[in-house]
């Protein structure tokens, strides 16, 4: 489950959020685990943050998608 982000810095404040509401040391010691996930980038310019794990108000619950469109890799 993701919630999808106009910017880059809303996905970054929603899964600070959710960090510091678990006490990970990056809020409490300043080093270590700052986030429970990482916001990734989508093929139409938005962000994507996986919350499967995350606890959501009514809003977000309301506001779910199931996939999102994964920005194309120039990897092989």
């Known amino acids: 489950m993701y919630l999808i982000y106009e910017t880059e810095q809303g996905a970054i404040d ?5 960090g510091k509401y ?3 040391s990056y809020w409490t010691k300043g080093t270590g ?4 996930t990482a916001p990734e980038p989508t093929a139409d310019g938005r962000w994507a943050l996986d ?9 977000e619950e309301n ?3 199931e996939t999102y469109a ?7």
Do not use: K
């Open 14 to 18: 929603r899964a600070d959020e959710e």
């Open 63 to 65: 506001a779910l998608f």
């Open 51 to 59: 919350v499967r794990d995350y606890d959501l108000d009514d809003y």
């Open 22 to 24: 678990l006490n990970f």
């Open 70 to 76: 994964l920005l194309e890799s120039d990897e092989v």
């Open 33 to 36: 685990t700052r986030w429970l």
